[in-house]
């Protein structure tokens, strides 16, 4: 199983609403990653996970939470966003080979997120 | 910024020909990565070159890298409308943190 999924596909939201995506994969990578992009621009590095625990954060604000219950699964809870939030936001995962190398990263879809 | 430059930004050619683009980088590496997207979906990884490499093959895709002008380049030979997407580098400078490039806009016209 080399798939990485997110749910859901497509969100709308206002921006007093609670919500959350999630990201799931099955290879037994130990890192995990969101990134947020916009249209027509590359994706933004967010989070990343090593091992479950918070490793980087990019100076996101704290509307959006990351979370990672297990190795396989890493959610995004958002909290009181803004339209300029609008974007896809895509995870990925790797292997954490570590030692100063980077891994190849496999993404899922993407979440489309609406900010009304 | 680390995020490399990549030219051209958009790119149209007829089917059959071959497509070529760039991407320059400012930090060394460890390697440097290609991933495609296709409209509004997500990244998938090509190939992946690394530091001490300076050529490498996959099917009708060939890469260059050059550590000393920090440049890579992406050849598509034989190019198909299935070929139109988006195309990224990504160089990897330290664990578990890819830094995309601008990205060239390949379409491929039938």
């Known amino acids: 199983d080399t798939e990485v999924t997110q749910t859901p596909k497509h969100l709308v939201m206002g921006m007093t609403n609670k919500k959350s995506l999630k990201c799931e994969q099955h290879?037994?990578?130990?890192?995990m990653y969101w990134y947020k992009q916009k249209a027509k621009k590359p994706p933004e590095l967010m989070f990343v996970?090593?091992?479950?625990?918070?490793?980087i954060n990019e100076s996101v604000p704290s509307r959006f939470s990351p979370e990672c219950p297990n190795s396989s699964l890493l959610n995004l809870h958002l909290h009181a966003l803004q339209p300029e939030d609008s974007a896809l936001y895509l995870c990925a995962s790797s292997q954490d080979t570590g030692h100063s190398y980077t891994d190849t990263q496999y993404f899922g879809p993407g979440t489309r997120l609406t900010v009304l | 910024s680390q995020q490399g430059e990549e030219d051209p930004q958009a790119l149209s050619i007829q089917e059959g020909e071959n497509a070529t683009m760039n991407c320059s980088y400012k930090t060394s590496i460890n390697n440097l990565q290609w991933y495609r997207q296709n409209s509004g979906r997500g990244l998938v990884h090509l190939i992946l070159i690394r530091s001490n490499e300076r050529e490498k093959h996959s099917g009708r895709l060939r890469v260059t890298l050059d550590t000393s002008k920090k440049s890579s380049s992406l050849l598509i030979t034989a190019s198909r409308a299935a070929d139109t997407a988006s195309y990224f580098c990504a160089t990897g400078v330290r664990a578990n943190n890819l830094f995309f490039g601008t990205g060239t806009r390949l379409t491929v016209i039938p």
């Open positions: 996970y090593s091992y479950e625990k918070l490793s």
């Open positions: 290879m037994g990578h130990r890192a």
